[in-house]
């Protein structure tokens, strides 16, 4: 090889390693973003959970894309600080395939999953204590912490 063909591909190697470098972000996995909101019960979702004696309003979870959940779980944000196994006040598994969907309401079945321990009930939510809901779905691993309002209705 001559001078000038090594001193161009030295050049080559040189500009795709800083491309590389410049577009790492493109190869790393994108995260799951978790949202939520607390909103007046209403229509479908006050029957669906009107079992419960919550004095909060219901909880909705709001993803940032349609996926296929593995398991919900939802606990105290105390005793997630101070616990390495918390206790769960509700939490789901998938039997094989649940539905993708992009958001979720406290204490509603989602298609395809089922509580943890067969015939539990998700306890009710206290407004003004902080929880964390723990989401596994598709390869992706995510926690958001929330705080539900007082029930307006």
Not at 65 to 77: D, E, F, G, P
Not at 112 to 139: D, S, T
Request: charged content about 25%; proline content about 8%.
């Amino acid at each position: 090889m001559t001078k000038k063909n090594l001193l161009l591909l030295l050049l080559v190697v040189l500009l795709a390693g800083l491309s590389l470098y410049v577009n790492r972000h493109r190869f790393q996995k994108e995260e799951l973003r978790i949202g939520s909101r607390s909103l007046p019960p209403r229509g479908q979702l006050l029957r669906r959970t009107q079992n419960q004696k919550s004095t909060a309003n219901p909880v909705v979870f709001l993803l940032d894309r349609r996926t296929q959940l593995k398991s919900v779980k939802v606990v105290l944000l105390s005793e997630a600080r101070t616990n390495k196994y918390p206790h769960p006040v509700w939490e789901l598994i998938s039997e094989s395939n649940s539905v993708p969907l992009k958001d979720f309401a406290y204490g509603v079945n989602i298609r395809g999953m089922k509580p943890k321990v067969p015939g539990a009930q998700p306890e009710p939510l206290e407004p003004g204590v902080e929880y964390r809901v723990y989401v596994e779905a598709e390869g992706y691993k995510a926690h958001h912490d929330f705080t539900p309002v007082p029930r307006t209705r």
